[in-house]
C-alpha cells in the first residue's frame, strides 16, 4: 500500500454523528488563522533561543545578544516581532529594556512543546 492510500478510508462513507459533533465545537476561520499565526511564532530557531533564554530569567537585550552571539539589532528585530504576538512584554530601567516571557501560558507551550520533541 503507497504511503497516500495509506491514510484513506477503503470504505467510502462519513460517521454524522462524529462529522456534527466536531463541526460544533471547531473555532471560527479567523480564530484558527490566529492559532495558526502564533504557532509560526515557534517555527523559528532564534525565536526560540530567545523564548528559552527568557524562561530562565529576565534580561535585557544587550544581554541575550551576547548570550546568544547574535547582533543587537538582529535581537531587537526578534524581539518586536515576539512582543507583536504577545509572546513577550519588556519594561524599562534606566537605559536598559528588561524582556520578559508575557506570562505563564507562554511557558506551558515551550515546556510542553519541548516535553514532545524529547519523548
Same mark, same amino acid.
Given at each position: 500500500?503507497?504511503?497516500?492510500?495509506?491514510?484513506?478510508?477503503?470504505?467510502?462513507?462519513?460517521?454524522?454523528?462524529?462529522?456534527?459533533?466536531?463541526? !460544533?465545537?471547531?473555532?471560527?476561520?479567523?480564530?484558527?488563522?490566529? $492559532?495558526?499565526? $502564533?504557532?509560526?511564532?515557534?517555527?523559528?530557531?532564534?525565536?526560540?533561543?530567545?523564548?528559552?533564554?527568557?524562561?530562565?530569567?529576565?534580561?535585557?537585550?544587550?544581554?541575550?545578544?551576547?548570550?546568544?552571539?547574535?547582533?543587537?539589532?538582529?535581537?531587537?528585530?526578534?524581539?518586536?516581532?515576539?512582543?507583536?504576538?504577545?509572546?513577550?512584554?519588556?519594561?524599562?530601567?534606566?537605559?536598559?529594556?528588561?524582556?520578559?516571557?508575557?506570562?505563564?501560558?507562554?511557558?506551558?507551550?515551550?515546556?510542553?512543546? $519541548?516535553?514532545?520533541?524529547? !519523548?
Amino acid at each position: 500500500m503507497d504511503e497516500i492510500n495509506e491514510l484513506m478510508c477503503e470504505e467510502p462513507g462519513t460517521h454524522a454523528d462524529v462529522v456534527g459533533r466536531v463541526r !460544533e465545537s471547531l473555532p471560527d476561520d479567523d480564530t484558527l488563522y490566529e $492559532l495558526a499565526d $502564533l504557532f509560526k511564532m515557534f517555527g523559528d530557531s532564534t525565536r526560540m533561543k530567545i523564548m528559552f533564554v527568557l524562561m530562565e530569567s529576565e534580561m535585557c537585550v544587550c544581554d541575550i545578544a551576547e548570550l546568544l552571539g547574535i547582533s543587537q539589532s538582529a535581537i531587537s528585530h526578534q524581539l518586536r516581532i515576539l512582543k507583536q504576538s504577545k509572546l513577550i512584554s519588556s519594561r524599562r530601567e534606566g537605559k536598559n529594556i528588561i524582556c520578559f516571557l508575557a506570562d505563564d501560558h507562554v511557558r506551558s507551550i515551550i515546556g510542553q512543546g $519541548l516535553s514532545h520533541v524529547l !519523548e
